[in-house]
């Protein structure tokens, strides 16, 4: 299934070694086809021909969503090293602007690319 991708402007780091994560976090929100988003850019929620997620935009064009990451550091011989803390980010949009992207620890399991808030 395909996903879109926010690359942080900021720098975003693995909360478990602490190395920058440069390879970006994928997320299923909006029109889901492989974008390439960063910090500040408006969110694409229907290009007439991907799938969207959700089916309609919120009415003030605000959502939190979690996104999946990889960490970037060499010496991690795999995603695995630094599971499960750095497999999840919270992103956030505001007024259809992608606004901030932090690392996330959900206070109980939630669904695979869940969305956590929408108005």
Known sequence: MSFNTIYPTNEF???????????????????????????GDKLLFDDGVSPKRPEAIPANGNLKTVGYFNCDNPRCSSWQDC?????????????????????YDPPAEVDQFAIIEMD
Not at 13 to 39: E, H, M, N, T, W
Not at 83 to 103: C, D, K, W, Y
Request: glycine letters at 10%; a positive charge.
């Open 13 to 39: 780091l693995c909360p478990f070694c602490g190395q920058s994560v440069d390879s970006g976090v994928g997320f299923r929100v909006g029109a889901i086809c492989q974008k390439a988003y960063k910090i």
């Open 83 to 103: 599971f499960p803390a750095v497999q999840m980010a919270l992103i956030t949009v505001r007024a259809g602007i992608i606004t901030s992207v932090e690392n």
